[in-house]
């Protein structure tokens, strides 16, 4: 398996589709798209393994997405980030959000690979804090990476900030 990771100053069309796919379609989450998409740097990675050695039903069934897309072009994973105005009082405090996994990239790494090159990204940018909003259903993945859930938690704890100090050339 070899992931490549891009880095884009706009929402290119395969991670919309991406996010459509996983936000919309799969978790019927509205609005998607915001005006931060604007000012967000865009990351996707692209996976380059075979659907012949996907394990699953995926290696039938490639999503939309995937259709008719050159192996090593195959993008699976997306995520923005952008430097977080709500916190003044944080300077370096930058959000990671709508990081967003293809069913058939589930279970792979590649999610987290991508988490991780976004908060190398941040930390090379003057970055020290990344905080990322997440459903209580994924506070676990975000835990794993180094994440820690303070008290921003709501709607009686379905939903929350989860912050990690960034420190540049570590391996965070």
Known sequence: ???????????????????EQVFIR???WRPEFDEWDAASVHLLAFDSV????RPGPSAQSPSPIQSGQPDQNRPVVTCRFY????HPDQPGRYIIARLAVLP??????????LLADAE?????AGGTMAA???ENDHYKFYEQCGYRLPD????GGRHGWLIKDLILGSEN
């Open 1 to 19: 398996m070899t992931i490549r990771i891009e880095a884009y100053d706009r929402l290119p069309a395969a991670a919309r589709a991406i996010r």
């Open 26 to 28: 799969e978790r019927d």
């Open 50 to 53: 075979d659907s012949s050695d």
């Open 83 to 86: 430097a977080d105005p709500d």
């Open 104 to 113: 058939e990239a589930q279970g792979r790494h590649i999610g987290s690979r």
């Open 120 to 124: 190398r990204r941040i930390a090379q």
């Open 132 to 134: 990322v909003h997440s």
């Open 152 to 155: 921003e938690v709501y709607e």
